[in-house]
């Protein structure tokens, strides 16, 4: 079994800044989008909220790259491609494993601080390649993947998927104080245990992780470990709690 720490949404360098936290819930923010769309954030009902995060350089009328997708019934559809999605799967990403979503946050109504933390999960059932051709039902959905992108090794990922209502400190990655790449890790993940963070210099004493400042899919393979299930689990009841 893997967990994949996958990076979503706004942050510096994509749209301009942390997606907001508003009323104690975390609000991600899609990524500015290209022709493969058809979603804005107006009509996610997120306009306003872009144009602050972005400084006034996106809004409502903007596409937006829509994925992670969650729908009714409790799904959630993500895609992938390209360099990203060969890095899954040289890490053997199949059914069975969990995406957790991370993003850049920040506080605005307290003044927090810019940190990463986790907003939702996908647990894994279905991989359908779209190298041919999407399925109506996806189209329909318009989601950016199965709109017009295509590449020769493009997927989506579906399943179960929560976004988390709540912006708890179970959910965070960043120390108190940053800087925001500087996680508290949890026990079972030890040096070596995460793809894209082999050198021995990000593990550091105190249970911490200084993390990559980018890229997007990093895979820990837990095996049959238990522990790593229990943090899961503690993981995947705090998204879902109301």
């Given amino acids: 079994m893997r967990i994949i720490f996958s990076r979503k949404g706004f942050d510096s360098g994509s749209g301009g800044g942390p997606s907001p936290i508003i009323d104690g819930r975390p609000v991600t923010l899609p990524i500015p989008a290209g022709a493969a769309s058809r979603t804005t954030y107006g009509d996610l009902g997120l306009g306003n909220h872009a144009a602050r995060s972005s400084r006034g350089k996106l809004g409502a009328g903007d596409l937006c790259h829509h994925d992670p997708m969650f729908v009714e019934g409790g799904e959630c559809l993500f895609g992938q491609c390209g360099a990203a999605q060969t890095h899954l799967e040289r890490q053997g990403v199949r059914e069975g494993d969990i995406f957790l979503f991370?993003?850049?946050?920040?506080?605005?109504?307290?003044?927090?601080?810019?940190?990463?933390?986790?907003?939702?999960?996908?647990?894994?059932?279905?991989?359908?390649?779209?190298?041919?051709?999407?399925?109506?039902?996806?189209?329909?959905?318009?989601h950016p993947h199965a709109l017009a992108m295509h590449h020769k090794n493009d997927v989506i990922y579906r399943g179960p998927g929560v976004q988390a209502s709540r912006a708890s400190d179970t959910l965070r990655l960043t120390v108190p104080g940053g800087p925001v790449t500087l996680w508290n890790r949890p026990d079972w993940l030890k040096r070596g245990g995460?793809?894209?963070?082999?050198?021995?210099?990000?593990?550091?004493?105190?249970?911490?992780?200084?993390?990559?400042?980018r890229g997007q899919e990093f895979v820990a393979d837990i095996g049959r470990r238990q522990a790593p299930r229990d943090w899961l689990t503690r993981i995947l009841n705090e998204i879902r709690a109301s």
């Fill in 194 to 213: 995460l793809s894209y963070h082999d050198k021995p210099e990000r593990w550091l004493r105190g249970g911490k992780l200084r993390s990559v400042a």
């Fill in 102 to 142: 991370f993003g850049l946050f920040r506080d605005w109504e307290q003044g927090g601080e810019p940190h990463h933390r986790i907003f939702a999960y996908l647990e894994v059932e279905q991989v359908t390649p779209l190298a041919r051709g999407s399925a109506q039902e996806l189209t329909d959905l318009a």
